[in-house]
Structure formats: structure tokens, C-alpha cells
Nanobody
Framework: QVHLVESGGGLVQAGGSLNLSCVAS????????MGWFRQYPGQEREAVARIISGGPPTYADSVKGRFTISRDYAQNVLYLQLSGLKPNDAAVYYC?????????WGQGTQVTVSS
């Protein structure tokens, strides 16, 4: 079992930055893919960025060059740095861990961008 807790969301002006964190606990060793997703009201979650163990990070085209995903292996924390925020980046952001034991989601953190 893996438990994920996100933080760092909030209100920011367009062009601003935020840093999201996702603290993981539990059976982390079984995880091989970690990522960030976002969800707009009434829509399905969409992938924003992900890290596959041993591989480079990948990003949705809409966030390339603006968002950076990283992981602190020692502290079991997954980060997402958001910069150059646009109004259409406003959404609920979720971290997710994927492994042999299943898929685990955090509770989500709201990002609001004012124009």
C-alpha cells in the first residue's frame, strides 16, 4: 500500500510560479512510474508529467518548458515546479504512483491562476 499527500497548490497570478509536493509513504519500492495529472471540472484527468524509473521525465506538450517534475528519493517526495502559469493551467493537480501493487492517487491540490 502507498499513501500520497500533495501540497503546494494555491492562487497565483498568470506568469507566476508554484511548487507542488507529493509525500509518499508505504511500499515505495514497488513503484516504477510516478507522475502528475490535472483535472478540469467535468473532465477526465490528464497527464502532465511523469518519471519512469531509470528514464528521463516526460511532459505533456502544453507544459513543456514551463513545468519540471523531480523526485527526492531519500525523502520519498515527488515535486512539480510550475512556472509561466497560464489561466488554463488552473485545475486540481494529483500525484499518482504506479507499480505492481496497483495505482495510487493523492487527494489533489487546487491550482488557481488569475489573469
Amino acid at each position: 500500500q502507498v499513501h500520497l499527500v500533495e501540497s503546494g497548490g494555491g492562487l497565483v497570478q498568470a506568469g507566476g510560479s508554484l511548487n507542488l509536493s507529493c509525500v509518499a509513504s508505504g511500499s515505495i519500492s514497488c513503484i516504477n512510474i510516478m507522475g502528475w495529472f490535472r483535472q478540469y471540472p467535468g473532465q477526465e484527468r490528464e497527464a502532465v508529467a511523469r518519471i519512469i524509473s531509470g528514464g528521463p521525465p516526460t511532459y505533456a506538450d502544453s507544459v513543456k518548458g514551463r513545468f519540471t517534475i523531480s523526485r527526492d528519493y531519500a525523502q520519498n517526495v515527488l515535486y512539480l515546479q510550475l512556472s509561466g502559469l497560464k489561466p488554463n493551467d488552473a485545475a486540481v493537480y494529483y500525484c499518482a504512483f504506479f507499480g505492481m501493487g496497483g495505482t495510487y492517487w493523492g487527494q489533489g491540490t487546487q491550482v488557481t491562476v488569475s489573469s
